[in-house]
């Protein structure tokens, strides 16, 4: 069962363009987490947000955490080619095992 | 410092063989789990350990076992293959403490069953 909803699923834009990935649950987390996967790769912890209407930046991106913890969205400024991959979110369980989302594929064209 | 590895990078069974993966984790690292990431989808939670004992499992069904080792290596055993555990399996490393809880990923195993 997936607890996180990912949207879009499929995403290519060109260089310079904004964009904004979302991850929706109807469960509350303790935290949420965005992973970068690129192909034949692990996924990559990027951020981790802990707190209700948190936001954290990392260079062009843009992390943020719903009031009531049940959301997060991912805001990218201008995007190069070099951000290409898949993005994932998750959340942990009491035990600290993590949910995954359905991921979004980003395609970022020069 | 090494990160996490895992091998093999790629394996291809038959329909009923049993396969065995490892992973050895970040060093000072107690804590690994086991995914699952079928082609299109996200990882999904096979197995917890941590210090040697499962911590957590995910929905999957007895065919798959796991144990860590002594010097918290694991080892992901899955038997009787099925055309449907064809995916990339992912071993995670951590090291649990206080804050919040950061997963750091092997590059996987590919498993292709035919």
């Known amino acids: 069962t997936q607890l996180l909803e990912q949207s879009p699923q499929f995403l290519s834009i060109q260089e310079g363009e904004n964009l904004t990935v979302y991850c929706n649950s109807s469960?509350?987390?303790?935290?949420l987490q965005w992973y970068r996967q690129e192909p034949g790769e692990g996924p990559v912890l990027l951020v981790t947000?802990?707190?209700?209407?948190e936001v954290k930046k990392l260079k062009r991106l843009t992390f943020q955490f719903g009031d009531a913890r049940k959301d997060s969205s991912l805001h990218i400024t201008a995007a190069q080619p070099g951000d290409t991959g898949l993005y994932l979110c998750?959340?942990?369980?009491?035990?600290?095992?993590?949910?995954f989302g359905t991921g979004t594929s980003l395609t970022v064209i020069p | 410092d090494a990160g996490v590895t895992q091998s093999p990078t790629h394996l291809i069974k038959t329909r009923g063989q049993q396969v065995t993966l490892r992973c050895s984790p970040i060093?000072?690292?107690?804590?690994v789990s086991w995914y699952q990431q079928v082609l299109g989808q996200g990882p999904q939670f096979i197995f917890q350990?941590?210090?040697?004992?499962?911590?957590g499992r995910g929905n999957f069904p007895d065919r798959f076992s796991a144990r860590q080792f002594p010097n918290y290596s694991s080892e992901l055993n899955v038997n009787a293959l099925l055309l449907g555990d064809s995916a990339l399996y992912l071993c995670?490393?951590?090291?649990?403490?206080?804050?919040?809880?950061?997963?750091?990923f092997g590059p996987g195993t590919r498993l292709t069953v035919t």
């Open positions: 469960s509350v987390f303790s935290s």
């Open positions: 947000v802990v707190t209700g209407g």
């Open positions: 998750a959340g942990p369980n009491t035990g600290n095992q993590f949910y």
């Open positions: 995670a490393s951590s090291s649990i403490g206080r804050g919040t809880y950061e997963q750091y």
């Open positions: 350990y941590y210090e040697k004992e499962e911590r």
């Open positions: 060093s000072g690292h107690k804590s």
